[in-house]
């Protein structure tokens, strides 16, 4: 299965006025056609920045996209690093789309639905405003909003919260993209249109056979859905691997803090939850060692010098944690933490 989209040596910084923050730190992954991978961490981790970097979303005044050290962004093996403006705007949309939280966002509020989802269309496709027409109700169809010849002539805000998210991911997939950027795309609704959504989402991977990349801090919503995780930790990955490798077979003390604080779908809701202590690191003077060990109960003295490398435990799974590394000193920690 060849890879649709590589992202090597990613270093993404922001100018603030406190100084430059780093955002992202040095990010590799692969993501081959039909694949589903799953971005997860708290909010400030980099995810949302590396997605934007895809996108070509990140505004130019103050961002600072290394182009040295072998970055690159592997689009169908074209470098969009390099890509123009012009160029970009071509690729948004029809080759890549994204989806946000809040669908007003990218819903026009003056803008018939039907009218968004064809203009999507004339954008990117050499057709009549007619075919585009059609084309646009196929595809309120096909995210499942009933009556939608009716819905076609409507206005978001006669919308409901699930119904709006249906329709902006209706106009994200006007043009068929190769690859969907979902950025928290359940957060602000309820439980039961969350698991809809994600089911939605699962359901268009497979008929329009995308990529999905979901951006996600919560990662119980993603178990159903993602076939990989990567859990991203002030601007680094710290770990990845399968689904079932992370929530079975966690091996980095965050991703474990992460999946405590999850809510069991089986809780009798007295159970406390764990929720993670203290605040990520200051990107601005980033730690020199793990950027976790200011909050890691296993940290050891190595784990503030020196930035652990990844250690691989499957063809899928690697993670960067002194822990697992021969030349750390573990004595008297918990047995269940070393693989
Ligand atoms: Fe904790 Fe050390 Fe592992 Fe970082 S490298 S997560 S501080 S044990």
């Known amino acids: 299965n060849e890879n649709i989209l590589e992202v090597k040596n990613l270093h993404v910084s922001f100018k603030t006025y ?3 923050s780093h955002a992202v730190r040095g990010v590799d992954f692969s993501l081959r056609k039909g694949e589903t991978l799953a971005i997860v961490g708290e909010s400030g981790c980099g995810k949302t ?5 895809i996108m070509g979303l990140l505004p130019a005044q103050n961002t600072m996209i290394e182009k040295g050290g072998g970055a690159q962004i592997l689009f169908q093996g074209d470098n969009l690093l390099d890509y123009t ?14 989806i946000f939280q809040d669908p007003m966002t990218s819903l026009n509020p003056t803008m018939k639905i039907g009218e968004q989802i064809a203009e999507s269309i004339l954008i990117h496709t050499q057709t009549s405003k007619e075919h585009a027409m059609k084309e646009a109700e196929k595809m ?20 409901s919260g699930g119904m709006r998210q249906r329709a902006m991911i209706a106009v994200a997939l006007a043009c068929k993209p190769e690859i969907l950027i979902a950025d928290e795309p359940t957060t602000a609704l309820d439980v039961t249109i969350q698991a809809q959504i994600m089911d939605l ?9 995308m990529a999905v990349i979901l951006v996600t801090h919560d990662l119980g919503v993603v178990a159903s859905v993602a076939d990989y995780i990567q859990v991203m930790y002030a601007g680094k990955i710290v770990e990845r691997g399968t689904v079932d490798e992370i929530f079975y077979q966690s091996t980095h003390p ?9 809510p069991k779908i089986h809780s009798n809701n007295k159970e406390t939850l764990y929720s993670l ?6 990107l601005i003077n980033p730690p020199k060692g793990c950027s976790f060990a200011p909050r890691c109960e296993y940290g050891m003295k190595i784990c503030r010098m020196q930035y652990p ?3 691989k435990f499957s063809h899928s799974q690697k993670c960067s944690c002194w822990l697992h590394h021969p030349k750390a000193d573990v004595s008297g920690l918990p047995e269940n933490m070393i693989r």
């Open 18 to 20: 406190a100084g430059i």
């Open 49 to 53: 920045v590396t997605s934007k970097a």
């Open 85 to 98: 403006e012009n160029q970009m705007t071509q690729i948004r949309g029809s080759k890549i789309s994204m």
């Open 140 to 159: 309120l169809e096909l995210v499942k909003i009933p009556n939608a010849s009716k819905r076609m002539k409507q206005y978001p805000f006669e919308f």
């Open 201 to 209: 989402i699962g359901d268009l991977q497979k008929e329009l056979n």
């Open 254 to 262: 965050y991703t474990r803090a992460l999946l405590n604080s999850v």
């Open 277 to 282: 202590k203290g605040t990520p690191p200051d």
């Open 309 to 311: 490398e990844e250690t």
